[in-house]
């Protein structure tokens, strides 16, 4: 009797045991695979980072852009591939410029005071700008966005900045060819312009010496040329940048064959 008595203890005991054998184990597990799970992240975290293309990473120089706005305007977006920003600055930069130097010359021969007060106006504006630019490049360093423009051949982004090329041709027509490395198109670019642009001046000069209507006629013919060359150019720049090193990437090929008197094509593709 007794001996039942602690044959059924010892059975209540012993599931007991089990119990707590098999529920610690449970919480081992989840423990474990809670690690393991953190431990798998962690992994997959720093595989991640190291399989992030440079570009990603790496920040443009704060000194050179900075030096470049505080020479020019605008220059300093373009090295940190900000190109809308790199064209705000600089036209805005260039009207104040324009302004100033108009009013003084007339200034300087009326005497008027109403060209004076317009240089200050102007000249206060260009320095908020200049301030606003410099403070600007800080700026985009500091928040990271001044990366450089990834160049990877094999990469579905285009190798050169396609409105980086715009912004260049649009400050300077030109530059975007020369930064496309088509140095002859940037020659005939650069020469075109100023061509057309140097006809205007000569037409105004002429219309305002002799009052000749012909010459004012040239002067708006020639500054629909001149429209129409500037906008031609930064197509050019964006078409360039887009297909930059294309034929490079992918090759045509074709051959005829006279016994069937058929074309063949073929088209590779380097990766």
């Known amino acids: 009797m007794f001996y039942h008595?602690?044959?059924?203890?010892?059975?209540?005991?012993?599931?007991?045991?089990?119990?707590?054998?098999?529920?610690?184990?449970?919480?081992?597990?989840?423990?474990?695979?809670?690690?393991?799970?953190?431990?798998?992240?962690?992994?997959?975290?720093?595989?991640?980072?190291?399989?992030?293309?440079?570009a990603d990473t790496v920040?443009?120089?704060?000194?050179?852009?900075?030096?470049?706005?505080?020479?020019?305007?605008?220059?300093?977006?373009?090295k940190q591939e900000n190109p809308a920003r790199a064209v705000a600055f600089y036209g805005l930069s260039l009207a104040c410029l324009y302004?100033?130097?108009?009013?003084?010359?007339?200034?300087?021969?009326?005497?008027?005071?109403?060209?004076?007060?317009?240089?200050?106006r102007f000249a206060i504006?260009?320095?908020?700008?200049?301030?606003?630019?410099?403070?600007?490049i800080i700026q985009s360093h500091r928040t990271g966005n001044d990366k450089p423009w990834p160049q990877d051949m094999y990469s579905d982004i285009p190798l050169k900045s396609p409105w980086?090329?715009?912004a260049r041709s649009a400050m300077l027509p030109g530059w975007g060819q020369c930064y496309n490395e088509s140095y002859v198109k940037s020659v005939f670019a650069f020469g075109t312009f100023f061509y057309f642009a140097g006809r205007i001046y000569n037409d105004e000069k002429k219309f305002r010496e002799t009052g000749d209507i012909s010459?004012?006629?040239?002067?708006?013919?020639?500054?629909?040329?001149?429209?129409l060359t500037y906008f031609l150019i930064m197509v050019d720049a964006?078409?360039?940048?887009?297909?930059?090193?294309?034929?490079?990437?992918?090759?045509?090929?074709?051959?005829?064959?006279?016994?069937?008197?058929?074309?063949?094509?073929?088209?590779?593709?380097?990766?």
């Open 125 to 136: 504006a260009f320095l908020g700008i200049y301030a606003i630019n410099l403070a600007d």
């Open 164 to 166: 980086g090329a715009i």
């Open 215 to 227: 010459y004012r006629d040239k002067r708006v013919t020639n500054t629909w040329y001149l429209g």
């Open 99 to 120: 302004n100033i130097a108009y009013n003084y010359h007339w200034y300087s021969k009326t005497n008027e005071h109403t060209n004076k007060v317009k240089m200050r």
């Open 5 to 54: 008595k602690y044959k059924k203890v010892n059975i209540i005991f012993l599931g007991l045991i089990i119990l707590t054998s098999v529920l610690r184990a449970q919480i081992n597990d989840s423990t474990y695979y809670e690690i393991a799970d953190s431990t798998q992240v962690q992994i997959l975290d720093s595989l991640n980072k190291s399989m992030l293309d440079p």
């Open 59 to 78: 920040q443009t120089s704060l000194w050179p852009a900075f030096i470049r706005s505080a020479i020019i305007p605008g220059w300093g977006q373009i």
């Open 238 to 271: 964006y078409i360039d940048a887009y297909l930059f090193k294309f034929d490079e990437m992918v090759r045509f090929a074709y051959q005829y064959r006279p016994e069937e008197k058929t074309f063949t094509f073929g088209v590779n593709v380097v990766f």
